[in-house]
């Protein structure tokens, strides 16, 4: 047994394993931040579109708090899938098999913009009880995705350099 790389506290594993970690790596190159910004765009772009059609929706049918903010989230996630299944689509992949790959690919970041996004509107005062007219929604559901971005984006560069998120998609691009 060895360590990962001879460090502190690091834990040991076996010379294949090490030897497959280092090529698990090598695959992926190196991860730029650049990288993991467009990931998460392509991401926060599914879970705005979701959750402005949510309200719209919710506002349409008056409905209260908890209904739009649940239908917002579920939107969100359809349209987040939608997004990357159009492109492995595109590659050839049948409907199942696109999207499994897009629930590898997007659930994490999805759910964690969602829990960002929704916290901030949440603790925004007035935000939540703001119609589709008022500038408190627009302002605080742009700064929400923002921190939801600026919070997610690490994270995508984390999972992308691990060959997971975003990074099962790059195989179908062309």
């Known amino acids: 047994m060895t ?50 059609l949510g309200m719209v929706i919710a506002t349409a049918l008056d409905w209260p708090n908890l209904p739009s903010i649940l239908i917002a989230i579920l939107l969100a996630f359809i349209f987040g899938y939608a997004l990357t299944m159009r492109g492995v689509l595109r590659a050839g992949l049948s409907f199942r098999a696109a999207f499994g790959v897009a629930l590898a690919a997007d659930t994490v970041s ?38 939801a971005f600026l919070l997610t984006t690490p994270v995508n560069r984390w999972m992308i350099g691990r060959g997971k998120g975003h990074a099962v998609v790059h195989q179908y691009h062309h």
């Open 3 to 52: 360590t990962t790389h001879g460090h502190p506290g690091d834990h040991p594993e076996s010379e294949v394993e090490h030897a497959g970690h280092h090529d698990e790596h090598a695959h992926m190159g190196v991860v730029t931040w650049s990288m993991a910004a467009q990931a998460t765009l392509h991401c926060l772009t599914g879970c705005a579109i979701g959750e402005v």
């Open 110 to 147: 999805i759910t964690l913009m969602e829990i960002l996004d929704n916290s901030v509107v949440a603790l925004v005062p007035g935000a939540m009880d703001a119609g589709l007219s008022d500038a408190l929604f627009w302002e605080s559901l742009a700064g929400s995705l923002l921190v």
